[in-house]
């Protein structure tokens, strides 16, 4: 409890429930951006490893030449299929576009929220928060969560979450 303040030595505390609500969508927001920004990194890499795929099978393709047709075949097949594989990435535009919507629109609402008075007793407010955080199967989650929720914008606290896992390279997967 905070000292300074002399709301905090009684039991039950007043806390403005809209200002934690738009915290909650903030770290909502920030998860997703999160989301994002690993799926493309796993994206490009994705993509240029099936580009390089693509361009090999090319190349088998112009040394065996007509002389085996069967072996011909099948690398003309995987040609096709890899050709299309190559276009079916064109999903994560949209999904991209999508999840920028979704940020957009639950940062809007948390602004709109931010200008609302409307206050709760502190125990409500800390259940609600625990059931909130208990949900959480990742380590970065519960950061994330904490760092916004101690005050940094969703910008500071997703670029910090960055650079921590820059440096923390090389990927490591964590298991829940």
Excluded at 30 to 46: N, P, R, S, V, Y
Excluded at 121 to 128: S, V
Excluded at 158 to 175: A, D, Y
Aim: hydrophobic share 40%.
């Amino acid at each position: 409890m905070d000292n300074d303040n002399p709301a905090s030595d009684s039991p039950v505390e007043s806390v403005r429930v809209c200002e934690n609500v738009a915290r909650l969508l903030e770290v909502s927001a920030g998860q997703i951006e999160m989301a994002k920004c690993d799926g493309a990194e796993a994206f490009h890499a994705l993509s240029s490893l099936s580009a390089e795929i693509f361009k090999n099978i090319e190349k088998v393709s112009e040394l065996i030449g007509d002389e085996n047709p069967e072996l011909h075949q099948l690398v003309k097949d995987l040609q096709e299929k890899t050709g299309a594989a190559l276009g079916h990435f064109q999903f994560f535009d949209l999904m991209n576009q999508r999840i920028e919507h979704g940020i957009y629109s639950v940062s809007e609402l948390s602004q709109y929220l931010k200008d609302k008075n409307i206050d709760v007793a502190d125990e409500c407010w800390g259940t609600f928060r625990d059931s909130i955080t208990n949900q959480f199967s990742l380590e970065q989650e519960k950061q994330l969560f904490e760092l916004m929720m101690n005050g940094l914008s969703r910008q500071q606290a997703v670029e910090f979450m960055r650079k921590q896992h820059e440096q923390s390279k090389p990927l490591s997967v964590e298991f829940f």
